[in-house]
C-alpha cells in the first residue's frame, strides 16, 4: 500500500466487474424495480449506479452517478424516472477509470455523435478488440463522452442503419471481442444479449407476463420475478409489448463461463448454471478438507464473509468443530474515512475484530476463498496470532491465482500476485502461516457440477480461452492510447 494508497481500500479479493438488470413491464413501477433489482446486485460494483427510463415512444431519461445504489437515487429520482420500461447498471470500473463519464447507462440521443437511433445501454464485461473498434469509430466521424468501452457497443448500435435495433445488434455482436453481457433499451424495447463464449452471467426472468433480465437471479427474488432460464451465450433476447423475441446470433467455438463466479463474485442465494451458491461453496469446503487435511488441528473458522460457506463445508468433511474467530464490521466502505497515523497501525481490526476467547490457544483452520496479492492474509494471520492462535493453517477454497483477467475482472498485475513466481511454502512463508494448501481446479468443478471444456479458470491456468487476448488490452487501454474526446 502507498502513501496515496486510501487505508483500506487495497481489499485482497480481486474486485467484482459490473451488474446490470433489464424490465419492459408498463403495469409495474419500473425504476422501483430496477432500483431493487440493482440492490440486491450492489455486490457487483461499488463505484457508481444509474438508471434509465422511457414511457413507451417518449424520450430516454437517465439518472446515474459514482456512490452506492442508496446513495444515488432518492424517492424523487426514482418518480421522475417513471415509464413502462427501465435498464439499470452498478459498476465496478475495468475499463475506464472511476469517472462519472464511464458510469452506465451509457445514453445516446437520436442526431448526435452521428447517431441513428436513441439508445441507453448497461454492459458487464470487457472487450478485448475495444482499442481497434474506438479507432476505426473515431475515423469514421462517431463522437464519444467517455473512455469506456460500453460506450463503443452503444456508439456501435446508435449509429447503426439497420432499421431494426434488433438488426443492428445482430450486426455489431460478431464484431465484439470478450466479454459482454448488455442490457440495451430503446424507447420502446429492453434488448439483452450475451457474449459467444457467455463469460459474464445473464439470467432471464418473468414477472407477472412481462420480462426481465438481470446479471443475477438474486436480482429477481427481491422484485418477485421468477428465473425462467439463463441468456444463452450467444443470444438475442427483445422482449416489448409483443412479449419476447430470441435469437441465437453467434455460436461460440466453446462456452467460457467464469468459474470465479461460482468462487467469489456472485451472491451465494445466486443461481448459476442450475447451481445454488452457496452449496457449490460449501462443496468446495469439503473438497478442499479432502484434499488438503490439517492434522492436529482443533478449529475450524472463516475470514467472514468470503470464507463463511466453504468454511463449514470444510468442518462438515474433516469432522472439526467450527466458530466464529473474528467479528466483522460490515459498515467498512470503501468511501471509509481515513483513520489517521494512530488508528492506521491497528490495520485492518476497523473490518475484522480477532476474538481471543475463541482462538487464544487453538490450532485454527482458517477458510478464505481467494488469495490475490496477500495483504489482508497476511494482517489476519497476525492478527489470530496476536490473539494467542496457537497454529495458523490457511486452507482456500480456490486454486492459486497467478494471470490476470481480460474479461471483467480486476485482478492486479502479474507482479502484485502473491502466488505468482512462488511455490505453495513460499507464500505461507510470506503470509506468515504454518501451512497454506489451495483447492485444485478439479475440486472446484467437482463442486460446481461443470466441466472445465465449457469455462474459463484463466486466472488460475494461464490458459485463456478466447481467441486474440492480449497483454495490451489493459484496463486504461483509452487513457494511454487515445485522447478522452468530448462530444
Ligand atoms: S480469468 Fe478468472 S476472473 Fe477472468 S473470466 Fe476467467 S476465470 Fe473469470
Avoid at 172 to 183: C, K
Avoid at 456 to 480: R, V
Amino acid at each position: 500500500m502507498t502513501a496515496d494508497t486510501p487505508f483500506l481500500d487495497h481489499r485482497d479479493g480481486p474486485r467484482d466487474e459490473c451488474g446490470v438488470f433489464g424490465i419492459y413491464g408498463p403495469e409495474h413501477d419500473v425504476s422501483r424495480l430496477a432500483y431493487f433489482a440493482l440492490f440486491a446486485l450492489q455486490h457487483r460494483g461499488q463505484e457508481s449506479a444509474g438508471i434509465a427510463a422511457a414511457e413507451t415512444g417518449g424520450y430516454i431519461i437517465t439518472q446515474r452517478a459514482l456512490g452506492l445504489v442508496s446513495q444515488v437515487f432518492k424517492e424523487h429520482d426514482l418518480r421522475a424516472l417513471s415509464g413502462d420500461l427501465a435498464i439499470g447498471h452498478v459498476r465496478y470500473s475495468t475499463t475506464g477509470s472511476n469517472e462519472w463519464e464511464n458510469s452506465q447507462p451509457v445514453h445516446r440521443s437520436a442526431g448526435a455523435g452521428g447517431n441513428q437511433r436513441e439508445l441507453a445501454l448497461a454492459h458487464n464485461g470487457n472487450l478485448i478488440n475495444a482499442v481497434e473498434l474506438h479507432a476505426e469509430m473515431r475515423e469514421r466521424g462517431v463522437t464519444f463522452t467517455s473512455t469506456s468501452d460500453s460506450e463503443i457497443i452503444a456508439a456501435l448500435l446508435a449509429t447503426h442503419p439497420a432499421a431494426s435495433i434488433e438488426d443492428a445488434i445482430a450486426d455489431v455482436m460478431p464484431r465484439l471481442h470478450g466479454a459482454f453481457s448488455t442490457v440495451v433499451m430503446t424507447k420502446d424495447r429492453v434488448l439483452a444479449f450475451r457474449d459467444p463464449a457467455g463469460v459474464r452471467p445473464l439470467a432471464l426472468g418473468q414477472i407477472g407476463d412481462r420480462y426481465c433480465v438481470a446479471s443475477e437471479t438474486c436480482a429477481f427474488d427481491i422484485i418477485g420475478a421468477t428465473h425462467l432460464r439463463d441468456v444463452q451465450p450467444g443470444e438475442l433476447v427483445s422482449i416489448g409489448a409483443d412479449g419476447i423475441r430470441t435469437r441465437q446470433v453467434v455460436k461460440g467455438e466453446r462456452d467460457a463461463f467464469c468459474v470465479f463466479e461460482y468462487i467469489y463474485f456472485a451472491r451465494p442465494d445466486s443461481r448459476m448454471n442450475g447451481t445454488v451458491l452457496q452449496a457449490a461453496r460449501g462443496r468446495m469446503g469439503e473438497n478442499l478438507a479432502r484434499e488438503a487435511p490439517a492434522p492436529g488441528a482443533d478449529l475450524v473458522i472463516a475470514v467472514p464473509d468470503s470464507g463463511n460457506a466453504a468454511a463449514r463445508g470444510y468442518a462438515r468433511a474433516s469432522g472439526l468443530p467450527q466458530d466464529d474467530g473474528f467479528v466483522k464490521n460490515r459498515y467498512v466502505a470503501r468511501t471509509f474515512i481515513q483513520p489517521g497515523q494512530e488508528l492506521r497501525k491497528h490495520g485492518l481490526r476497523l473490518k475484522f475484530n480477532p476474538l481471543p476467547e475463541i482462538v487464544g490457544g487453538k490450532k485454527l483452520v482458517v477458510v478464505d476463498d481467494s488469495i490475490v496479492r496477500g495483504n489482508t492474509t497476511r494482517q489476519i494471520v497476525q492478527m489470530l496470532r496476536d490473539a494467542g492462535a496457537a497454529e495458523v493453517h490457511m486452507r482456500i477454497s480456490a486454486p492459486p491465482i497467478k494471470h490476470p483477467c481480460h474479461y471483467g475482472i480486476d485482478m492486479s498485475t502479474r507482479d502484485e500476485m502473491i502466488a505468482h513466481g512462488r511455490s505453495v511454502d513460499e507464500v505461507a512463508a510470506e503470509l506468515g502461516a504454518d501451512s497454506l494448501a489451495y483447492l485444485s481446479l478439479a475440486g472446484v468443478y467437482d463442486a460446481v457440477g461443470g466441466e472445465r471444456a465449457h469455462h474459463c479458470d484463466a486466472c488460475f491456468s494461464g490458459e485463456y480461452p478466447l481467441a486474440g487476448t492480449a497483454e495490451a488490452n489493459g484496463k486504461f487501454a483509452f487513457e494511454n492510447t487515445l485522447p478522452l474526446v468530448q462530444a
